[in-house]
């Protein structure tokens, strides 16, 4: 079946630090990949996502590269703002496009 | 912002009440998802539709019905909540089908707690 595995949080970092949270999935077929960010109190927005393989979404600095042949769709960031303070969601999306699986979340904190 | 509201946005109700959520949506998408998050499980499926009147199961579907007779309206009932079903729940709307439109777009959330 379908799921995703996201690294284990909570992640503390200092401002202007290099961030990776790592994300590796199982799928049938040829799944679409997404990261999503959960700002307090919010729903969840999305941040980048990737169609195919080798693809690499980006956004607001963040990056992530549909790896097959790793099953893996790291998030990274060369330098993370206080404001970067969230929590993460990888996801997929199985071929049909009509259901998504959701990895457990990564809790990001940037201190000064 | 993708247009969904969910109402309401906070809720507390007793043991045993049957609660209904609303989700709204203002973007004519197909499918719409009803989700609850809660510490340690991430966010599972609960139930979503693919179009009018027509909806299916997710991963955590017990104690919980939905129903959809407008395109833009997905109403989420507990029959008779309970103190398990204590969560925040969401929304999510997606054009999935066409091509390139498999993005999900969440709503803010409701915050319900069972007494």
């Known amino acids: 079946g379908n799921s995703v595995t996201q690294m284990e949080g909570p992640v503390t970092l200092s401002e202007e630090a290099f961030l990776t949270i790592n994300c590796t999935y199982t799928?049938?077929?040829?799944?679409?990949l997404f990261w999503y960010v959960q700002y307090p109190g919010e729903g969840l927005q999305l941040l980048l996502k990737?169609?195919?393989?080798?693809d690499k979404g980006s956004n607001k600095g963040f990056e992530a590269t549909y790896r097959k042949e790793t099953t893996s769709f790291h998030l990274e960031k060369g330098s993370v703002q206080v404001s970067d303070s969230a929590v993460y969601f990888c996801?997929?999306?199985?071929?049909?496009?009509?259901?998504?699986?959701f990895g457990t979340g990564t809790s990001l904190t940037v201190i000064p | 912002d993708a247009g969904i509201t969910q109402s309401p946005r906070h809720k507390v109700t007793e043991t045993g009440t049957p609660v209904t959520l609303r989700c709204h949506q203002t973007?004519?998408?197909?499918?719409m998802y009803w989700y609850r998050q809660d510490p340690g499980h991430g966010l599972r499926l609960i139930h979503y539709?693919?179009?009018?009147?027509?909806?299916d199961k997710g991963e955590v579907s017990d104690g919980y019905s939905v129903s959809r007779s407008k395109t833009e309206d997905f109403l989420l009932t507990l029959e008779s909540a309970t103190s398990s079903q204590t969560s925040v729940y969401f929304c999510?709307?997606?054009?999935?089908?066409?091509?390139?439109?498999?993005?999900?777009?969440f709503g803010p959330g409701t915050r319900l707690l069972v007494l």
């Open positions: 999510a709307i997606s054009g999935a089908g066409k091509p390139g439109a498999e993005t999900q777009y």
């Open positions: 990737a169609t195919k393989a080798d």
């Open positions: 799928a049938t077929g040829y799944p679409s």
């Open positions: 973007e004519n998408h197909r499918y």
């Open positions: 539709s693919y179009g009018v009147k027509d909806t």
């Open positions: 996801a997929l999306s199985d071929f049909t496009g009509n259901q998504f699986y």
